[in-house]
């Protein structure tokens, strides 16, 4: 079976590794570097803390995953407890972490509440006196997002496939054919995990998908954890997280609700972005550093908040819409993808003909709890 795979980041290599390691003829097209899109501006908090049976068994796979390929290449998974909380007085946050927590357990999730007292003596380095309501998921890590699509490129490369940076491939509207600049290609199947730029694509090829691209920004700051290491923080009140990171600690937050051009934004952070963290930081984990590096970069929204992978016209399928959850999902839903295209429908809530394409829909923070 032949099957080109539109797209390098974290979700189109694994597709493709997958795909090739089981036995399919792949060609990946990625018009610029590996990794080089929103995989590379991730921030790399990865859990499995996910209350819907459906998301808990994807992100059980994902993390198993990343443990198995961690030490490989330049990939580490680094095991980093997630901490989720609403402050005093948010009712609305705690109560839906309330009810989230014993959904996430009966689906199996390591996850267990936490009162600040517990908070204190595991963690610190962290301010935890203004907790109203907190949980802890253990099955959680973090990693550097670059060095995932890099190690599953390479391993699609051992398993036979051939990946064609600086390509940028369109479709063809009358079947699974990709055109490039160095002329056109037919195959058994095309898997579209063009992050951002999915919806264009399939939209040329006359097939549509209800995406909308959406900025979302983080920074990287100095921290010395002579106090303790710092476990990662979403702090569900003021809508930001943070991790430990190689610069000290990550932060970011900043979902702007509106739709992205996904080739004309604003890749720097907004100066209000910065200094919002920087108060956020102050208060959560006192003295940091310097502020190392702030961006900004897109994820995609759907109507439903729930992905969209699998086949939408005879031999087209796609892999795209993760809310802002795509990194820590991509073993699993690039697996997904790649079996969908071998013959199995392994995630049928996510199957993306439950949609007409024309819906409208407004862009909902991905890690929102409400
Ligand atoms: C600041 C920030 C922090 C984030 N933090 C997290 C996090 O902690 N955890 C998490 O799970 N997610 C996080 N995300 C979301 C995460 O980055 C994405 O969900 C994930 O990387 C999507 O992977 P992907 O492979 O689908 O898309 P991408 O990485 O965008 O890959 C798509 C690729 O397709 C290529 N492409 C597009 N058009 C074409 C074409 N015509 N031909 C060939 N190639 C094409 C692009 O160049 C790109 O490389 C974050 C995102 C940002 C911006």
């Not at 948010?90 to 996850?111: C, S, T």
């Not at 699974?176 to 199947?189: H, R």
């Not at 002579?226 to 937050?253: F, I, N, Q, W």
Request: proline letters at 6%; aromatic letters at 8%.
């Amino acid at each position: 079976m032949r099957v080109a795979v539109v797209g390098g980041g974290a979700v189109g290599t694994t597709a493709a590794y997958d795909l090739a390691d089981r036995g399919a003829s792949v060609v990946l097209y990625e018009k610029g570097e590996i990794g080089g899109a929103s995989t590379g501006r991730a921030a790399g908090v990865l859990y499995d803390a996910f209350a819907a049976p459906e998301d808990a068994r994807v992100g059980d796979r994902a993390i198993e995953r990343f443990r198995a390929f961690s030490g490989e290449g330049e990939f580490e998974f680094r095991e980093t407890p997630y901490v989720l909380l609403a402050r005093e007085g948010d009712r609305k946050r705690a109560d839906a972490i309330r009810e989230q927590v014993p959904r996430m357990r009966e689906a199996d999730r390591e996850v267990a509440f936490a009162d600040p007292d517990e908070l204190r003596d595991r963690f610190p380095a962290v301010e935890w006196d203004d907790v109203g309501v907190a949980a802890v998921a253990e099955n959680a890590g973090c990693t550097l997002p670059g060095a995932y699509a890099d190690l599953l490129a390479e391993k699609a490369r051992e398993a036979g496939a051939e990946i064609r940076t600086h390509t940028a491939a369109r479709l063809d509207p009358d079947g699974p054919s990709v055109e490039t600049d160095a002329g056109s290609a037919s195959f058994d199947a095309v898997v579209v995990a063009a992050g951002a730029h999915t919806k264009r694509l399939l939209a040329a090829a006359g097939i549509s998908v209800p995406l909308k691209p959406y900025r979302v920004q983080a920074l990287t700051a100095g921290f010395d954890d002579e106090k303790g290491s710092l476990p990662m923080v979403y702090d569900a009140t003021e809508g930001y997280y943070l991790r430990p990171h190689p610069d000290g600690l990550l932060s970011g937050d900043g979902t702007e609700e509106v739709e992205s051009d996904p080739d004309e934004w604003k890749r720097d952070a907004d100066e209000a972005f910065v200094d919002a963290t920087r108060e956020r930081l102050d208060h959560r984990v006192g003295d940091f550093g310097p502020v190392e590096d702030a961006w900004a970069g897109l994820c995609v929204a759907t109507p439903d908040r729930d992905p969209l992978v699998g086949e939408l016209r005879d031999g087209v399928f796609v892999a795209a819409g993760w809310q802002g959850h795509g990194f820590m999902r991509a073993p699993a839903l690039g697996e997904a993808a790649a079996e969908a295209v071998l013959g199995d429908s392994p995630v049928p809530e996510f199957d993306p003909t439950r949609f007409d394409g024309d819906e409208a829909f407004e862009i909902v923070e991905g890690m929102a709890v409400d």
